[in-house]
């Protein structure tokens, strides 16, 4: 979305600081077009993808400088959420991150534009059902977000001829999605090599706190299972409920939401109506989750959008 970050940095100097270190990694100016567009510009998933992962490392940074005692036990993110999520658990610098994000907007870009692919949400039909109907359909199931929402990928004419089988097996609703392309699925193969080669161009590191697999929804051992789960992240199953529960059966009762919009924080408070759930995405959230995180609390899981 136009705008975003754009409140933390103009009142932060210390945020403004990371997108003038992004715009200096990129060589050219993210801030810009994250702050004001245009949104045709800010769309491109180019831009798009290393704008989310900056404005999330804004908040993440922001909040630690509010709170300098504040501490995480685990992080993970949503699909390009998990670099940050990486990042922000010492795993790859940020400026790294920044760049090979940026790169695999590129590649997914193209991949896109190679493919006739789109996306819709099924609400309201279990994942067995859904599952049958990727079969039918020839799609495939793309994110496993919380219960009663899951989300469909594959080639635009059988999307539409999947949503019609869902209604039919009881989903409340089949909503095409407005995205570039087929994410998550096999369509989205024409990107994999290319997002690997780029990855052997990081130095990664072993994480200093679990970072959860969007793939296994359990966390990565080391900077091989990384390299290797990130390029298999591009087409498998974002398997979102899953690693919150799993989470939740390690003991974490507070989970923080960094970056643009609120999401996250919805799925989690249908997987998890116990959870303590926060976010960061402008001023008037970075105070309630200060005002929030200076009580006593269970674990902390950070999430990146």
Not at 39 to 67: D, M, N, V, Y
Not at 199 to 220: D, G, H
Request: one cysteine or more; charged letters at 20%; a neutral charge.
């Amino acid at each position: 979305m136009v705008g975003m970050g754009r409140e933390l940095a103009e009142s932060s100097p210390a945020a403004k600081a990371w997108f003038d270190r992004a715009n200096a990694a990129l060589g050219y100016d993210l801030s810009s077009i994250c702050f004001r567009g245009p949104e045709a510009e800010l769309t491109k998933t180019e831009h798009a993808q290393p704008g989310i992962f900056l404005a999330s490392w804004a908040a993440f940074e922001l909040l630690k400088q509010r709170l300098p005692a504040l501490s995480f036990q685990a992080t993970a993110g949503l699909s390009l959420g998990e670099f940050t999520a990486l990042a922000a658990a010492g795993a790859m610098s940020f400026e790294e991150g920044l760049r090979v994000v940026r790169q695999r907007g590129r590649f997914m870009q193209e991949a896109c534009e190679a493919t006739q692919g789109g996306m819709a949400a099924i609400i309201g039909l279990d994942e067995a059902a859904t599952r049958e109907v990727c079969a039918q359909a020839g799609v495939a199931l793309a994110n496993l977000n919380c219960p009663g929402q899951l989300v469909i990928s594959g080639a635009a004419p059988r999307i539409a001829q999947a949503c019609e089988l869902a209604k039919a097996k009881g989903a409340r609703r089949a909503l095409p999605l407005a995205v570039a392309g087929a994410y998550h699925s096999p369509l989205m193969a024409g990107a994999q090599r290319k997002l690997e080669a780029e990855l052997e161009r990081v130095t990664l590191r072993r994480p200093a706190a679990p970072v959860i697999s969007n793939v296994t929804a359990r966390p990565y051992e080391g900077p091989e299972a990384i390299r290797a789960r990130l390029v298999e992240q591009v087409t498998a199953p974002v398997r979102w409920e899953e690693s919150m529960r799993y989470l939740a059966g390690q003991g974490f009762t507070r989970f923080i939401e960094l970056g643009p919009g609120a999401v996250l924080s919805g799925f989690m408070k249908r997987i998890d109506k116990t959870a303590q759930v926060l976010n960061v995405a402008d001023l008037a959230s970075l105070e309630t989750t200060v005002k929030a995180l200076s009580e006593p609390a269970a674990p902390v899981a950070s999430a990146g959008a």
